[in-house]
């Protein structure tokens, strides 16, 4: 998982180094590029072999991959019935990158900042990516089948990351629990779609995950950069992402302070490895607002307007907005994220308990998005809300399989209980009726 993830990355920066300054070097970045996924399959190859040795490994190797062999067997389902996904995709990350390409390839590149491509400060991790696919394969039959392979980069990235953590876990029986869990996150109908959407929503719910799991597991070696690596990557992937990856920034300082962890050394390492990583956004937010056109309006206030004012205060608004929150909680993920986090809370660790404040906090803050918007409040809530909040989708999956692997014994043991009780209750029910 990790190699895929650092290769993402340099994927990101390399490329806005060279089709951002230098884009008549383009075919020495499709060269780099090549290889440096060649040795990243090598990579992630020797690592499987090490795992399928093992019995267990090879089957939560193997039953993972059906399941999300599942997963993109429905997206290619639904990408035949809608080849464009959401629009928005070809808007604003999908449509920039190939603009960006054939610009390179007429021989009159268009700079990364553009006025009139619309939120020309969007982020560039996906278009990048879509970038470089069409420089490589700039048909237009050609560009409809690479379009979908960012998404698949990301859903390849999430599963190593959920069979790793399922070879964490040493009971059998936790194992298949888990892989029900995560078939049950994965097959929600409305989260099929955002995978499916073409758009950077379902990469931020997988980097998310990812670095909420080394938010957990900080005692392991070199944890803290590739968290610090996997919020580089998040803040290149989408605006509102920037938000959360300051919350969770502030969330590592504090565990650091907590723990006396913190040092020079870690201080200049970290914000050095945000700078550089993350410069294509430090790039687009020089040139200009970080906000969108969908919050124009923020832009324009004025005391006299006192727009934020008036929005903060407006009781039919607040109403609308918790409506739509207690839809997307209680209706549409049936309770299930709550209900993980309440068992977490209760029985679960320090730690466990600050990473659930920490979720909270961040779906707060992307509720409170709704409240500021220039947008129809309705009409930007029916769009986005639930899209947006799939970004945090995977976090409860991660705090609880945390959970799970924290009480293995305890739980295991609470299973066999109950399976022997049930067991008894069926034999004496057996000999009754005899």
């Given at each position: 998982?990790?190699?895929?993830?650092?290769?993402?990355?340099?994927?990101?920066?390399?490329?806005?180094?060279?089709?951002?300054?230098?884009?008549?070097?383009?075919?020495?970045?499709?060269?780099?590029?090549?290889?440096?996924?060649?040795?990243?399959?090598?990579?992630?190859?020797?690592?499987?072999?090490?795992?399928?040795?093992?019995?267990?490994?090879?089957?939560?190797?193997?039953?993972?991959?059906?399941?999300?062999?599942?997963?993109?067997?429905?997206?290619?389902?639904?990408?035949?019935?809608?080849?464009?996904?959401?629009?928005?995709?070809?808007?604003?990350?999908?449509?920039?990158?190939?603009?960006l390409a054939l610009s390179i390839l007429d021989g009159d590149p268009i700079?990364?900042?553009?006025?009139?491509?619309?939120?020309?400060?969007?982020?560039?991790?996906?278009?990048?990516?879509?970038?470089?696919?069409?420089?490589?394969?700039?048909?237009?039959?050609?560009?409809?089948?690479?379009?979908?392979?960012?998404?698949?980069?990301?859903?390849?990235?999430?599963?190593?990351?959920?069979?790793?953590?399922?070879?964490?876990?040493?009971?059998?029986?936790?194992?298949?629990?888990?892989?029900?869990?995560?078939?049950?996150?994965?097959?929600?109908?409305?989260?099929?779609?955002?995978?499916?959407?073409?758009?950077?929503?379902?990469?931020?719910?997988?980097?998310?995950?990812?670095?909420?799991?080394?938010?957990?597991?900080?005692?392991?070696?070199?944890?803290?950069?590739?968290?610090?690596?996997?919020?580089?990557?998040?803040?290149?992937?989408?605006?509102?992402?920037?938000?959360?990856?300051?919350?969770?920034?502030?969330?590592?300082?504090?565990?650091?302070?907590?723990?006396?962890?913190?040092?020079?050394?870690?201080?200049?390492?970290t914000f050095l490895l945000l700078a550089v990583f993350g410069a294509p956004?430090?790039?687009?937010?020089?040139?200009?607002?970080?906000?969108?056109?969908?919050?124009?309006?923020?832009?324009?206030?004025?005391?006299?307007?006192?727009?934020?004012?008036?929005?903060?205060?407006?009781?039919?608004?607040?109403?609308?907005?918790?409506?739509?929150?207690?839809?997307?909680?209680?209706?549409?993920?049936?309770?299930?994220?709550?209900?993980?986090?309440?068992?977490?809370?209760?029985?679960?660790?320090?730690?466990?308990?600050?990473?659930?404040?920490?979720?909270?906090?961040?779906?707060?803050?992307?509720?409170?998005?709704?409240?500021?918007?220039?947008?129809?409040?309705?009409?930007?809530?029916?769009?986005?809300?639930?899209?947006?909040?799939?970004?945090?989708?995977?976090?409860?999956?991660?705090?609880?399989?945390?959970?799970?692997?924290?009480?293995?014994?305890?739980?295991?043991?609470?299973?066999?209980?109950?399976?022997?009780?049930?067991?008894?209750?069926?034999?004496?029910?057996?000999?009754?009726?005899?």
């Amino acid at each position: 998982m990790t190699y895929l993830l650092i290769t993402l990355l340099i994927t990101n920066l390399a490329s806005f180094i060279v089709l951002g300054f230098y884009p008549e070097f383009y075919k020495g970045l499709l060269y780099f590029l090549v290889t440096l996924f060649v040795l990243c399959t090598f990579a992630i190859l020797k690592k499987v072999k090490t795992n399928q040795n093992k019995k267990q490994g090879f089957v939560s190797i193997t039953t993972f991959f059906f399941l999300f062999a599942m997963v993109a067997y429905i997206s290619e389902i639904r990408l035949g019935l809608n080849p464009f996904g959401m629009l928005d995709a070809y808007a604003m990350w999908i449509g920039k990158g190939r603009m960006l390409a054939l610009s390179i390839l007429d021989g009159d590149p268009i700079p990364l900042w553009n006025q009139y491509w619309r939120m020309p400060n969007y982020p560039l991790g996906i278009p990048l990516l879509h970038a470089n696919l069409s420089l490589a394969f700039s048909s237009l039959n050609s560009f409809f089948i690479t379009a979908k392979i960012p998404n698949y980069l990301y859903l390849t990235l999430l599963y190593f990351f959920v069979t790793e953590r399922s070879l964490e876990l040493k009971k059998p029986s936790l194992r298949w629990g888990f892989l029900i869990l995560t078939g049950t996150f994965l097959f929600q109908p409305n989260y099929l779609l955002v995978v499916s959407d073409l758009c950077a929503d379902f990469p931020v719910s997988v980097i998310f995950a990812v670095a909420t799991y080394f938010l957990m597991e900080r005692d392991k070696k070199y944890s803290h950069y590739i968290l610090i690596l996997s919020l580089s990557l998040l803040i290149n992937l989408k605006s509102e992402a920037l938000l959360i990856t300051v919350v969770l920034l502030a969330f590592v300082f504090f565990f650091h302070y907590l723990e006396k962890r913190i040092s020079k050394q870690i201080l200049i390492l970290t914000f050095l490895l945000l700078a550089v990583f993350g410069a294509p956004t430090w790039f687009l937010l020089a040139k200009g607002s970080f906000l969108s056109s969908d919050f124009k309006s923020i832009n324009q206030a004025s005391p006299e307007t006192n727009f934020i004012l008036e929005r903060l205060l407006s009781g039919n608004l607040w109403v609308l907005v918790i409506q739509f929150f207690l839809n997307f909680y209680l209706s549409l993920t049936k309770g299930l994220l709550f209900v993980l986090l309440f068992l977490v809370f209760i029985w679960g660790s320090t730690n466990l308990r600050i990473t659930v404040l920490f979720y909270l906090i961040s779906i707060s803050i992307y509720t409170g998005i709704f409240l500021l918007t220039s947008l129809d409040p309705q009409m930007h809530l029916e769009q986005a809300y639930d899209r947006i909040h799939f970004q945090l989708y995977l976090i409860p999956l991660v705090i609880f399989w945390k959970f799970t692997k924290d009480n293995e014994e305890k739980i295991s043991d609470s299973l066999s209980s109950i399976l022997n009780s049930i067991n008894q209750l069926w034999k004496r029910t057996k000999l009754e009726k005899k």
